[in-house]
């Protein structure tokens, strides 16, 4: 009965999911292609081809997730070459996020929104063998339609925050049933395991963090030196504010613009492309000194700041970076990733919100890979400490060991789940 009301509920607002997609395409057009993917309609010639193969299929709905996707998806195609591997997004960046694999048994569309036709048209046309939903992906009809077509479906890399938690204690009737028709819950750590296990979820087990065994695209290096020299890089040091989020650009700016450092220069990568241009508005509102990634050729010499507006780079930036300062810890965002710092031994610098990746910010700060801050006012301490040559090789060497501590959730999790394939 509660599914049946929370059906209704998606039916109703189902047709303002269009003036949505279309108030989002005026940003970010790509949100105006592929509507019948959204809508669970495929062409006939889709259903032909689909429906003669083997199929895995992997939902991973932005870029984070697309991003520990990566080497569940290196391994199946490793190990099961007979199988096509279906990737399904709920967002154009998460769609457009580079996987570096060239393979013609990949092929990434949208998820349909969780009306129970559009689920079971889904699951009708494509007929998955196994499903993996990423992190927190729970949509009810879709759990559902799954478990009623013996679709054994895994939530793979499972997180669950406090604030998250404390959300779905409220629709317990909604979420209980759903966590129980999926065929296991593989958390991350501990902590997700307990809270699903207290939301009625069944078979949970903790694998560890996909993300950890994610690995550089092959051409990093390569691209960083030329991105090096194209954007006249020396002798500077560089802070990276990686994945920054809306209005966390401004206050960062003018922090740094009281401390002006010499010889420090300061990359701004926002979390979202369609932020590029308000991002550099705001650069210019200050009169600060910046050139752009996509400027063809460096005008403005010396500059103290660079706009990262490129997407698919951002472990290059890492290469050129000695700081990180991560991105949606100022504000409360909850923090982004900070595993691909970890990953490219980049120290870090978090701020007070960080409850996305609470476990692992903590142990990044306990053994000396990042340190955290409470107000901007502490960067003007915290950067030269931290720019000293003997600190960043004991926060290089922190940055290795946190890594190699938690890899192997990949094989991990094909272990557990290669007995549905």
């Not at 559009?118 to 063998?129: G, H, Q, S, V, Y």
């Not at 049933?177 to 997700?192: H, I």
């Not at 209005?247 to 003018?254: G, P």
């Not at 997407?311 to 930036?317: Q, T």
Request: charged letters at 25%.
């Amino acid at each position: 009965m509660i599914r049946f009301f929370y059906s209704l509920l998606v039916y109703f607002l189902l047709p303002f999911t269009c003036f949505k997609l279309i108030y989002r395409g005026f940003r970010q057009p790509d949100y105006l292609k592929y509507w019948g993917e959204r809508y669970g309609f495929y062409s006939a010639s889709t259903k032909k081809i689909w429906g003669a193969r083997k199929i895995l299929w992997i939902h991973a709905v932005s870029v984070g997730e697309t991003k520990a996707a990566i080497p569940l998806i290196k391994l199946f195609l490793k190990k099961y070459p007979r199988h096509y591997l279906l990737i399904t997004h709920g967002t154009p960046t998460g769609r457009a996020t580079s996987i570096d694999i060239k393979d013609s048994r990949i092929s990434r569309i949208y998820l349909p929104f969780d009306t129970p036709d559009a689920t079971k048209r889904f699951l009708k046309t494509f007929k998955p063998e196994m499903g993996l939903l990423l992190e927190t992906e729970l949509w009810f009809n879709l759990i559902h339609q799954g478990f009623q077509k013996s679709i054994p479906l895994y939530l793979v890399n499972a997180r669950l925050s406090e604030k998250s938690f404390q959300l779905y204690k409220r629709i317990l009737l909604l979420v209980k049933p759903s966590l129980q028709e999926l065929k296991g819950v593989l958390a991350q750590t501990r902590d997700d395991a307990k809270r699903f296990e207290a939301l009625g979820a069944k078979n949970v087990e903790v694998m560890g963090n996909l993300k950890f065994d994610v690995t550089p695209p092959r051409d990093t290096n390569k691209q960083s030196a030329a991105l090096k020299k194209h954007l006249q890089l020396k002798n500077q040091s560089v802070l990276l504010i990686a994945s920054s989020r809306q209005d966390e650009e401004e206050i960062i700016l003018q922090q740094l613009l009281k401390l002006q450092y010499k010889n420090l220069v300061t990359i701004f990568v926002p979390r979202h492309p369609q932020r590029f241009k308000e991002v550099e508005l705001m650069l210019k509102k200050y009169r600060a000194s910046f050139i752009k990634r996509s400027d063809k050729k460096i005008k403005v010499k010396p500059y103290k700041f660079i706009l990262g507006n490129s997407m698919g780079e951002m472990y290059s930036y890492y290469t050129l970076a000695n700081i990180a300062l991560m991105g949606g810890t100022i504000l409360p965002y909850g923090g982004q990733n900070l595993i691909e710092s970890m990953a490219m031994k980049v120290p870090v610098i978090l701020g007070p919100h960080t409850y996305n990746f609470h476990d692992v910010s903590n142990e990044a700060i306990r053994i000396g890979a990042g340190l955290r801050i409470h107000t901007l006012d502490e960067l003007e301490k915290v950067l030269p400490q931290m720019l000293k040559s003997s600190t960043q090789l004991k926060m290089k060497q922190a940055c290795s060991a946190l890594m190699h501590t938690h890899q192997g959730a990949t094989l991990k999790i094909l272990n557990k789940i290669k007995s549905m394939i």
